[in-house]
């Protein structure tokens, strides 16, 4: 089945220690997003990929970056992650063709000690 | 930006009720509504969802209706199953971007 896969599901790392998380889609879309949840509140997008094209959102952290090296892998990278870091962090995946519709991944979690 | 707001914050209802749930947003120009289910620990799984040039779509026990003169759509779900406990989320999107709401919290009780 097409999908949209996301590892670790769990991730534990210390503060200040880099960590990245990695996402990878089988629908071939273009544009793949990264959102950061909360606990009992909605996703927040913290930027987008439209092919190669890298647009972060304005209130997102220079801690956060992304790569993506190709079509079907995107990754997250938290350079020194702090204990209001820790959240689940879902991916996203759309096809501009395909008429806007956004399909996540099951997150990672990530824990900061 | 656009602003989505979404009530109640917690619904619970007899199983075999209906669930209801509102959302308005703020900017004209968003065209695409879709509703998302998010169960504890999984990521938020699209259930329906309804374009600016249409009123009403339903799917099975699920239908969402749209008024874009008022800027308000809702979800309506129909025969409610204990299944059916979960986050939902109403999102608007606009340009490149959804804007979400708070999210509704759904139990259903036996």
């Known amino acids: 089945d097409a999908m949209v896969i996301q590892n670790p599901r769990y991730q534990v790392t210390q503060f200040g220690k880099p960590v990245t998380l990695s996402c990878s889609q089988t629908?071939?879309?273009?544009?793949m997003y990264w959102y950061q949840q909360k606990s009992s509140q909605a996703p927040k997008l913290l930027f987008h990929?439209?092919?190669?094209?890298?647009?972060n959102e304005a209130d997102t952290p220079d801690n956060f970056q992304s790569r993506r090296p190709n079509t079907s892998f995107c990754f997250l990278d938290i350079r020194s992650p702090g204990l209001g870091d820790a959240a689940m962090y879902l991916c996203?995946?759309?096809?501009?063709?395909?008429?806007?519709?956004?399909?996540f991944g099951p997150g990672t979690r990530l824990t900061v000690l | 930006g656009e602003n989505v707001e979404q009530h109640p914050s917690t619904l619970s209802v007899q199983e075999g009720d209906s669930a209801v749930i509102k959302c308005t947003y703020s900017?004209?120009?968003?065209?695409?509504f879709p509703w998302y289910k998010q169960e504890l620990g999984k990521g938020p799984q699209l259930i329906i969802d309804?374009?600016?040039?249409?009123g009403e779509k339903k799917d099975q026990r699920i239908a969402v209706t749209l008024n874009k003169t008022a800027k308000h759509f809702s979800l309506h779900i129909t025969e409610t199953q204990p299944e059916d406990s979960a986050v939902y989320f109403c999102?608007?999107?606009?340009?490149?971007?959804?804007?979400f709401g708070a999210g509704t919290t759904v139990t259903v009780r036996a």
């Open positions: 900017d004209s120009a968003s065209n695409y």
């Open positions: 999102a608007a999107f606009n340009d490149y971007k959804l804007s």
């Open positions: 996203a995946t759309s096809s501009k063709a395909g008429g806007n519709e956004q399909f």
């Open positions: 990929y439209y092919d190669k094209d890298f647009n």
């Open positions: 629908l071939n879309h273009n544009v």
């Open positions: 309804i374009r600016s040039n249409v």
